[in-house]
């Protein structure tokens, strides 16, 4: 194979008639643009981000704004894309965009490497769109066109699989159009070499492809070893005052919703009223145990059984130090997970429905 081989070429053919061009990204080469549309594109789809790209430019329309950003508005903004780590690492790669750079995005691997959130593909991807250096990139749609075109063995998490999908990466991407190219096979892997049901009678680069010559399509890339997803339980308050205000609490900067706004969590339902003597100092007026919601994560699968709690009075304690009372008022900038949002109107019983 050499730089500009016939992978390459085919797939730029097919890429100008059969490609997307207009996503909301592409518009300019701005890199700031490029960088937020890739974080946004890390393990979600395009119709997903394209709303949330929207939102978040709208609000943020370059680097200095969003480093000036508290991060109660950019979670806010991003609450519903998931994976809330992303939120906060853009943000303080804006921060030192800022102290580091002045400003300035770095056209330079390492330097792009070594701001949070942005790996070796994400950093190639923002090289070649932006600028069009040539950098081989390795999203998860690209990983399985690679896998597929060289029936690379072994699921692409082991050290010795990523390095041959780096070096198919590398050898297939093009010293001129790479900005195109980097495009092209990313569509490629999101319209026609899909994990389920590959349209291979499409594919420009099918006449190559030594998975569907073994009619192997369906093995590569190799799955993740399997394990079971343990099931965790937990109990979370949604305690309302005479106001009608929900108590929120701000969870650590890291772990699971890390800095975002959630509900008060206790181990148990009869634990209920000793939380509020402990920690409101009165106990509750009427409490209603609500249905019970599954909440799936990468390596675990989450149980909460939801309580509403009303309380006899307004004023009470604690808000302030990571705690507030929300009165769910959509000018109030919160970042709040998905989850946690539809439990907030899960007061209404009619929403009960939706939350599963």
């Given at each position: 194979m050499?730089?500009?081989?016939?992978?390459?070429?085919?797939?730029?053919?097919?890429w100008?008639?059969?490609?997307?061009?207009?996503?909301?990204?592409?518009?300019?080469?701005?890199?700031?643009?490029?960088?937020?549309?890739?974080?946004?594109?890390?393990?979600?789809q395009?119709?997903?981000?394209?709303?949330?790209?929207?939102?978040?430019?709208?609000?943020?329309?370059?680097?200095?704004?969003?480093?000036?950003?508290?991060?109660?508005?950019?979670?806010?903004?991003?609450?519903g894309?998931?994976?809330?780590?992303?939120?906060?690492?853009?943000r303080?790669?804006?921060?030192?965009i800022?102290?580091?750079?002045?400003?300035?995005?770095p056209?330079?691997?390492?330097?792009?490497?070594?701001?949070?959130?942005i790996?070796?593909?994400?950093?190639?991807a923002?090289?070649?769109?932006?600028?069009?250096?040539?950098?081989?990139?390795?999203?998860?749609?690209?990983?399985?066109?690679?896998?597929?075109?060289?029936?690379?063995?072994?699921?692409?998490?082991?050290?010795?699989?990523?390095?041959?999908?780096?070096?198919?990466?590398d050898a297939?991407?093009?010293?001129?159009?790479?900005?195109?190219?980097?495009?092209?096979?990313?569509?490629l892997?999101?319209?026609?070499?899909?994990?389920?049901?590959?349209?291979?009678?499409?594919?420009?680069?099918?006449?190559?492809c030594?998975?569907r010559?073994?009619?192997?399509?369906?093995?590569?890339?190799?799955?993740?070893?399997?394990?079971?997803r343990?099931?965790?339980?937990?109990?979370?308050?949604?305690?309302?005052?005479?106001?009608?205000?929900?108590?929120?609490?701000?969870?650590?900067?890291?772990?699971?919703?890390?800095?975002?706004?959630?509900?008060?969590?206790?181990?148990?339902?009869?634990?209920?009223?000793?939380?509020?003597?402990?920690?409101?100092?009165?106990?509750?007026?009427r409490?209603?145990t609500?249905?019970?919601?599954?909440?799936?994560?990468t390596?675990?699968?989450?149980?909460?059984?939801?309580?509403?709690?009303e309380?006899?009075?307004?004023?009470?304690?604690m808000?302030?130090?990571?705690w507030?009372?929300?009165?769910?008022?959509?000018?109030?900038?919160?970042?709040?997970?998905?989850?946690?949002?539809?439990l907030?109107?899960s007061?209404?019983?009619?929403?009960?429905?939706?939350?599963?």
């Amino acid at each position: 194979m050499s730089r500009g081989d016939s992978f390459s070429r085919q797939l730029l053919a097919w890429w100008d008639e059969h490609g997307r061009h207009d996503l909301p990204w592409q518009r300019d080469r701005d890199p700031y643009r490029i960088w937020l549309a890739e974080v946004m594109l890390q393990q979600t789809q395009v119709a997903t981000v394209i709303p949330y790209f929207d939102a978040f430019l709208a609000r943020f329309g370059d680097v200095r704004a969003l480093a000036a950003a508290a991060e109660d508005d950019v979670l806010h903004l991003w609450s519903g894309l998931g994976y809330y780590a992303r939120g906060r690492n853009l943000r303080r790669a804006a921060r030192l965009i800022l102290e580091r750079h002045d400003g300035q995005f770095p056209r330079d691997l390492e330097a792009l490497q070594a701001l949070p959130g942005i790996g070796r593909s994400t950093a190639g991807a923002i090289l070649a769109q932006a600028w069009g250096d040539r950098h081989p990139i390795l999203d998860g749609n690209v990983k399985r066109v690679l896998a597929r075109y060289h029936a690379v063995d072994g699921w692409p998490g082991r050290a010795a699989v990523l390095r041959r999908l780096w070096a198919h990466a590398d050898a297939h991407t093009p010293e001129a159009r790479v900005a195109d190219y980097t495009q092209a096979i990313m569509d490629l892997g999101a319209t026609l070499c899909r994990g389920r049901r590959p349209n291979c009678g499409d594919c420009p680069v099918a006449a190559g492809c030594a998975a569907r010559a073994l009619g192997r399509q369906a093995d590569f890339p190799g799955r993740k070893p399997r394990r079971e997803r343990p099931l965790r339980h937990t109990v979370m308050l949604l305690v309302e005052d005479r106001e009608r205000r929900i108590l929120l609490q701000r969870r650590p900067s890291e772990g699971l919703w890390g800095g975002l706004w959630s509900l008060p969590e206790t181990e148990s339902v009869g634990s209920v009223t000793d939380w509020c003597l402990a920690r409101l100092g009165s106990p509750p007026a009427r409490m209603q145990t609500l249905p019970a919601v599954r909440h799936g994560f990468t390596h675990f699968e989450l149980e909460i059984r939801p309580v509403l709690v009303e309380m006899p009075q307004s004023g009470l304690v604690m808000e302030g130090d990571g705690w507030l009372w929300y009165n769910g008022d959509p000018a109030e900038r919160l970042g709040l997970a998905a989850v946690v949002s539809r439990l907030l109107r899960s007061r209404d019983p009619q929403v009960m429905g939706e939350i599963e």
